[in-house]
T-cell receptor
Framework: NAGVTQTPKFQVLKTGQSMTLQCAQD?????MSWYRQDPGMGLRLIHY???????DQGEVPNGYNVSRSTTEDFPLRLLSAAPSQTSVYFC??????????FGSGTRLTVV | AQKITQTQPGMFVQEKEAVTLDCTYD???????LFWYKQPSSGEMIFLIY??????QNATEGRYSLNFQKARKSANLVISASQLGDSAMYFC????????????????FGQGTILTVHP
């Protein structure tokens, strides 16, 4: 099915561990982004990409890295997990125009 | 800076009745887009409706309509004939169409309103 696929859906990490959240879309969207959702704060932009090889920071980038080697994939790396990174993470893509498509989210707990 | 305010943490409505979810926004950009998303308990973000700042008419999508009052900077979502499946968190979001740098393509979200539909 066309859309944005995120894996894993759930993850528990220990403080200091690293991991990669995967995001893939099959709609040939140029723009992809990562958000985190925390209670009472809505969603906040972490990083975004406007095409393969081009990435930039959003409003809360610290502790996260991204890369975009292909149009389809936009992984988010946590370098050294901290409890403050416990959150629900959403990947979203957008074609030209206005429509954003969100993945189903990854619920991450850092203990 | 952009800001979205949703002042209703929770709303209740009887099945088959209409409900309005409030959203006010603040931006200095004359060109922007307003979105509403639904997040059911399963967690996914579902796009409902979009309104551009230069659109002359209020947007409608089936049972959803957006009451856009530009001078008051409000973009309230109206759900007609509520259904039990409408129970969810609803987010209002905005994108400044001329934003660049760290704000390029960024959606600014409100804190959300939890809607509960009673049978």
């Amino acid at each position: 099915n066309a859309g944005v696929t995120q894996t894993p859906k759930f993850q528990v990490l220990k403080t200091g561990q690293s991991m990669t959240l995967q995001c893939a879309q099959d709609m040939n969207h140029e723009y992809m982004s990562w958000y985190r959702q925390d209670p009472g704060m809505g969603l906040r932009l972490i990083h975004y990409s406007v095409g393969a090889g081009i990435t930039d920071q959003g409003e809360v980038p610290n502790g996260y890295n991204v890369s975009r080697s292909t149009t389809e994939d936009f992984p988010l790396r946590l370098l050294s997990a901290a409890p403050s990174q416990t959150s629900v993470y959403f990947c979203a893509s957008r074609a030209r125009g206005y429509g954003y498509t969100f993945g189903s989210g990854t619920r991450l707990t850092v203990v | 800076a952009q800001k979205i305010t949703q002042t209703q943490p929770g709303m209740f409505v009887q099945e088959k009745e209409a409900v309005t979810l409030d959203c006010t926004y603040d931006t200095s950009d004359p060109s922007y887009g307003l979105f509403w998303y639904k997040q059911p308990s399963s967690g996914e973000m579902i796009f409902l409706i979009y309104q551009g700042s230069y659109d002359q008419q209020n947007a409608t999508e089936g049972r959803y309509s957006l009451n856009f009052q530009k001078a008051r900077k409000s973009a309230n979502l109206v759900i007609s004939a509520s259904q039990l499946g409408d129970s969810a968190m609803y987010f209002c979001a905005m994108r400044d169409l001329n934003a660049g740098g760290t704000s390029y393509g960024k959606l600014t979200f409100g804190q959300g309103t939890i809607l509960t539909v009673h049978p």
